[in-house]
């Protein structure tokens, strides 16, 4: 198994950025593709970013494309997500997810793929 750690919300002018850490636990990190979700209040869990195994394949919904980029450092254990241009609609609640599978990334955008879930960190945008 793996624990998941995130940190790095906070308040942020529209139009600034922020960058999201998510710290993972275990010797095997290098085995799971790790995605990133969002929750904003009444609303579903959205799927934000998501990157495969070794880094290589990365993939976003239209939403947050030419906006957000995702990538992992496997010797540290690490994955980012750096989040450019920050716009109201992009306060949320930010969870690290990740699971052991090495398809496509593409296909895995449904939450219910993943079994291993950080605590979430707020972003809350200002206007």
């Known amino acids: 198994q793996v624990q998941l750690v995130e940190s790095g919300g906070g308040l942020v002018q529209a139009g600034g950025s922020l960058r999201l850490s998510c710290a993972a636990s275990?010797?095997?990190?290098?085995?799971?593709?790790v995605a990133w979700f969002r929750q904003a209040p009444g609303k579903e869990r959205e799927f934000v970013a998501a990157?495969?195994?070794?880094?290589?394949?990365?993939y976003y919904p239209d939403s947050v494309k030419g906006r957000f980029t995702i990538s992992r450092d496997n010797a540290k254990n690490m994955v980012y997500v750096q989040m450019n241009n920050l716009e109201s609609e992009d306060t949320a609640v930010y969870y690290c997810a990740a699971d052991a599978f090495s398809g496509s990334v593409s296909r895995r955008l449904s939450p219910h793929y993943y079994n291993y879930w950080g605590q979430g960190t707020q972003v809350t945008v200002s206007s």
């Open positions: 990157i495969s195994q070794g880094g290589a394949s990365t």
């Open positions: 275990g010797r095997t990190f290098s085995t799971y593709a």
